[in-house]
């Protein structure tokens, strides 16, 4: 059975640490990974992810995939309290559709 | 726009009424997909339309659940005699090619069976 698992599925930080979010996958027929931010409504796209071993980055967020080892994880330097949010890391897999962990809450106190 | 469109925002149904949730993808955007999201984290595949034929269709319940995307009209979920477990909020989400340059979700639409 497709399966992704994200860890931890919670998180507190204070502001000024990193974090790394973590995310594993059995899926067949894989064709990337995404990951997702989502606060109070719409998830928000953050990364998609294809190949193995090319980070990406977007400010203080980078992730990474390892096509081997069936994992991806997801970096926030110098966090924030507005990083404070449910981190979704979703599959897209034959036919287009997504499947979603269950997502990492991260609390970020001042 | 550059936005998906979803309404209502709400909405609360006696267990065994009709919920008809609508979704207004992306101008140019030929894919839709919905998802409903129980509890707080847990999304599940619904269906997915490309333009308004069926894409892939192998998270729907067949039962009570229908949907459609027609040409010129917003594209609509509709859950027939709604159960307290339909309670969730709904997303739609939409892409210009597949899910090859990712999704764009809209607000979702939380559905309260009572």
């Known amino acids: 059975e497709d399966k992704v698992v994200q860890s931890p599925l919670s998180l507190v930080v204070h502001e000024g640490d990193t974090v790394t979010l973590n995310c594993s996958y059995e899926?067949?027929?894989?064709?990337?990974l995404l990951w997702y931010k989502q606060e109070k409504k719409a998830p928000t796209f953050l990364f998609m992810l294809t190949s193995s071993g090319i980070e990406k980055k977007s400010g203080r967020l980078s992730s990474i995939l390892d096509k081997k080892e069936l994992f991806s994880i997801l970096n926030i330097t110098a966090t924030q309290t507005g990083d404070s949010a449910v981190y979704l890391c979703?599959?897209?897999?034959?036919?287009?559709?997504?499947?979603f962990g269950k997502g990492t809450s991260l609390l970020v106190t001042p | 726009g550059e936005e998906v469109a979803q309404t209502p925002k709400h909405l609360v149904r006696g267990e065994g009424q009709k919920a008809k949730l609508y979704c207004a993808p992306i101008?140019?955007?030929?894919?839709v997909f919905w998802y409903q999201q129980v509890l707080k984290n847990e999304f599940k595949f619904l269906i997915s339309f490309q333009n308004e034929n069926v894409f892939d269709e192998t998270g729907m319940p067949k039962e009570r659940f229908s949907a459609k995307c027609l040409p010129n009209s917003p594209c609509s979920l509709e859950i027939q005699a709604t159960k307290l477990e339909d309670s969730a909020v709904y997303f739609c989400?939409?892409?210009?090619?597949?899910?090859?340059?990712?999704?764009?979700f809209g607000s979702g639409t939380r559905l309260t069976v009572v």
């Open positions: 101008k140019g955007h030929s894919y």
């Open positions: 989400a939409s892409s210009p090619a597949g899910g090859l340059y990712g999704y764009t």
């Open positions: 979703a599959v897209l897999y034959s036919g287009y559709a997504l499947n």
């Open positions: 899926v067949t027929n894989f064709r990337s």
